[in-house]
């Protein structure tokens, strides 16, 4: 059964961090494109960061660079989320996501297939 559950999220003031993991089971871990995508209340899902099956390729939106940092651990088959100087307006569930794939990780949605049940992060003004 192929699992992705994630963990870490919880309430934070601006400003503040806190870091995410995935833990993945089920899956060939290492050969998977791995991303974390966040969905506010009333709100699209939205691409926040991926990186690729080795780890060496990472890609995210323009709206979290500088503060956000995904790894991966594969020995571990754990992804991370390190999100630092968080905003009121990234309260949301963030959603850890996967796609089999040996390229450049994407920041379209729709090419996860494989995704964990959320973790909220609410982010107090």
């Known amino acids: 059964q192929v699992q992705l559950v994630e963990s870490g999220g919880g309430l934070v003031q601006a400003g503040g961090s806190l870091r995410l993991s995935c833990a993945a089971s089920?899956?060939?871990?290492?050969?998977?494109?791995m991303g974390w995508i966040r969905q506010a209340p009333g709100k699209e899902r939205e691409f926040v960061a991926a990186?690729?099956?080795?780890?060496?390729?990472?890609y995210y939106a323009d709206s979290v660079k500088g503060r956000f940092t995904i790894s991966r651990d594969n020995a571990k088959n754990t992804v991370y989320l390190q999100m630092n100087s968080l905003k009121p307006e990234e309260t949301a569930v963030y959603y850890c996501a996967a796609y089999l794939s040996d390229g450049f990780p994407t920041g379209n949605v729709d090419d996860y297939d494989v995704w964990g049940q959320g973790t909220q992060v609410t982010v107090s003004s």
């Open positions: 990186i690729g099956y080795r780890g060496s390729s990472t």
């Open positions: 089920g899956l060939p871990f290492s050969r998977y494109v």
